[in-house]
């Protein structure tokens, strides 16, 4: 779960939080004249002490958040608990939500109860906020962390705390005649460090490809008898991938990269689409390259035979392609060619990541012939003297430039979710209009 669906999962259910009105009668007390009461005070009671645990996990995201995209706040050079009239808005938005998340008497919901539907449809809704939050503290962990983001996505971030927090402190006050609640402590103090956050972060353009960011599971083996066709080439091609993890012995790379070549010729043949026609014949040359690049190399390092087993497979699934294709052929417009695509992306990837390595740390070396006779050979003729020697530093290898001219990908530039800004829009949508249709006086500011 990426950035953008844990985010979007908080957002969506804040939103939805912020359009049902009387509470108490949605926790099953009086609110309509004509609907009996359906719940006891003690019930509703221990509903409100759920929510005040679900909000406190969405407090705590929003304390993270705060850390995570402020890139001067883990700066041991720097004073943050300088005097109030000097502290950054950052600063003081962070430290307001440390307080008040220190000074709530509720716990963080369990497990149990954070898996578990709840039979009221508001306290499901607070459910969904608060998974989606403790989802969401994989990200801060995985590319989401302080100092990994871009100045604008950490503004970004920011501000989606922000907005958050707002939206929290309005359903404090919505939900103040809930039997046993607890407000948040000087909600005013909280609301101006927002504010000031709000504002800061929105000097400049969002830049909404924080949301590719963060957590994602690992990639696991597709388990099971071969699938029929061009799913069985695409289940081995994935396995292959994982496969990758491990690293290879010099035979079984070059298993893999003759694999590679003649995937890519196959499926370029067959292709409907040119623009993939093109790109994977030009991927087979490249294979091509580097295995006959690979011929005069070894090692002892690596083992990799499990990634020799799916290229093999690989091989024979292809022999079995032509009788399939009779019966039937994708369309152009098909999935599976973008999922061969990605795949090939990331295969190429990998193993440019394992030949680099490989150099750099001399575990592959390169055959190189000695101006001397083998004297010790029992055969007539005696061969020329061969002795392994590391590839970095040697004349007449191409291996290295090829490695990183072609078979490396281009780096891909990231691109936001085309859905990136409605869940935000929504959001921002709903906080308004209740602002607009309940303005707190400055009484209630404290």
Same mark, same amino acid.
């Given at each position: ?185 000087? &909600? ?189 050979? &029992? ?68």
């Amino acid at each position: 779960m990426t950035y953008a669906e844990s985010g979007a999962a908080i957002r969506d259910g804040l939103t939805n939080l912020l359009r049902q009105q009387r509470v108490q009668f949605r926790l099953g007390g009086s609110g309509v004249p004509a609907l009996p009461v359906e719940t006891t005070d003690a019930e509703r009671r221990d509903a409100g002490a759920q929510i005040r645990r679900f909000r406190q996990t969405v407090l705590t995201w929003c304390h993270q958040a705060a850390i995570a995209g402020d890139p001067e706040a883990d700066d041991p050079f720097l004073d943050h608990d300088r005097g109030s009239r000097t502290r950054r808005p950052y600063d003081r938005f962070r430290i307001e939500l440390r307080r008040v998340i220190s000074a709530s008497t509720s716990d963080l919901p369990t497990l149990e109860e954070l898996s578990t539907p709840q039979d009221l449809p508001l306290v499901e809704s607070w459910r969904q906020v608060a998974k989606g939050a403790t989802l969401g503290e994989h990200d801060f962990f995985a590319g989401l962390e302080s100092g990994a983001l871009s100045i604008q996505q950490g503004q970004t971030l920011l501000k989606d705390a922000a907005a958050v927090v707002q939206a929290v402190l309005m359903l404090d006050r919505r939900y103040m005649s809930t039997p046993g609640w607890q407000h948040i402590p000087s &909600p005013g103090r909280l609301a101006w460090a927002t504010m000031a956050t709000a504002l800061e972060a929105s000097l400049d353009p969002p830049d909404y490809t924080v949301d590719i960011r963060g957590w994602r599971p690992a990639a696991s083996l597709v388990r099971g008898p071969a699938k029929p066709g061009l799913l069985g080439v695409l289940q081995a091609e994935h396995n292959l991938l994982v496969r990758l993890k491990a690293l290879p012995s010099p035979i079984n790379l070059k298993k893999v990269v003759q694999s590679q070549r003649l995937i890519s010729a196959a499926l370029a043949d067959i292709t409907p689409s040119p623009a993939l026609a093109t790109r994977w014949t030009r991927r087979a040359t490249t294979h091509e390259l580097v295995f006959n690049e690979l011929r005069n190399v070894a090692g002892r390092v690596g083992d990799g035979i499990h990634a020799a087993q799916e290229a093999a497979n690989i091989r024979l699934r292809l022999d079995a392609l032509p009788e399939y294709l009779r019966s039937e052929m994708p369309e152009r417009d098909s999935p599976i060619w973008t999922a061969f695509d990605s795949r090939f992306e990331k295969i190429d990837a990998r193993l440019a990541d394992i030949i680099e390595a490989g150099i750099a740390d001399k575990t592959l070396l390169r055959r190189a012939h000695v101006p001397r006779l083998e004297e010790t050979s &029992p055969e007539l003729v005696k061969p020329v003297r061969v002795r392994f020697a590391p590839i970095a530093g040697q004349r007449g290898t191409d291996l290295a430039t090829v490695v990183r001219e072609r078979l490396r990908p281009a780096p891909a530039t990231p691109a936001a979710p085309p859905e990136a800004a409605t869940s935000r829009a929504e959001l921002f949508s709903a906080i308004t209009s209740r602002a607009a249709a309940s303005a707190p006086n400055s009484a209630s500011i404290r």
